[in-house]
């Protein structure tokens, strides 16, 4: 079946056709099976907030399809992309078990399916399962490394132009979005970009349009072609 956004929707864990390894989608059938009880399916349009930032958790969204973007913003409004997930990811998981309010905004990229569970029904659920808990740990630790990186760019990177690079490197290496014969469906905007990599829209747009004069980059509307991945990777140092 499919939604007026053009998506398809997935009607539990056991009929997804792409289950994603790692995540909490290739647990064991018992473990699964307990999962897909206590979920609640929805999709979601571009745009939609799954939470605000300061919120107490209500629970976990697990990601079946679509890209979610985690964002801070200060007092002043200045917004910072904290991450953006892929489908598999549990989103607001940290919160939810730790009980503090989300550190983030999740806004949806792009069309979505995911599934919810309260906090109460997914702790009660780690209780239950062990491996699951063993699991969250991992996602845990995969986490804290990701946002240790993200620092160490965000902080050691001497200019925007390597910190743009290192952005564009890490996109293609996503194999979610279908990288193939140096060609990426790139969503972000250029304002998305900044946040992401903390510089202006102007600073992104003057980078992005040097790196096509240069030929390293080409765009075809959200296509990008890397032509030069060793270019690339020598900006990024």
């Given at each position: ?83 953006v997930t892929e489908p ?130 080409q765009t075809r509307g ?16």
């Amino acid at each position: 079946m499919r939604t007026s956004y053009d998506l398809k929707v997935i009607e539990s864990c056991f009929a997804c056709p792409v289950r994603h390894e790692g995540f909490l989608c290739d647990l064991s059938p018992k473990a699964l099976g307990a999962l897909d009880a206590i979920s609640s399916r929805a999709t979601y349009p571009k745009g939609a907030l799954l939470f605000v930032e300061g919120q107490p958790p209500c629970g976990v969204f697990i990601l079946c399809s679509g890209r979610v973007k985690l964002s801070a913003s200060s007092a002043d409004g200045k917004t910072m992309i904290l991450r953006v997930t892929e489908p598999g990811e549990v989103v607001g998981m940290p919160e939810t078990i730790s009980g503090q309010p989300y550190n983030g905004t999740a806004e949806v990229l792009e069309p979505a399916q995911a599934s919810f569970i309260p906090r109460d029904r997914f702790l009660r659920f780690l209780v239950q399962h062990g491996e699951v808990a063993l699991r969250i740990a991992q996602l845990l630790s995969n986490i804290y490394h990701h946002t240790c990186q993200e620092v160490r760019s965000l902080g050691l990177s001497r200019s925007s132009s390597q910190k743009l690079a290192k952005f564009l490197l890490d996109w293609v290496n996503r194999p979610s979005l279908g990288y193939r014969d140096g060609h990426v469906t790139l969503t972000l905007t250029h304002e998305e970009i900044a946040q992401m990599i903390n510089a202006s829209r102007e600073t992104v747009t003057r980078l992005l349009t040097q790196l096509k004069k240069d030929r390293v980059i080409q765009t075809r509307g959200a296509k990008m072609i890397v032509r030069n991945r060793k270019a690339l990777e020598e900006l990024a140092g």
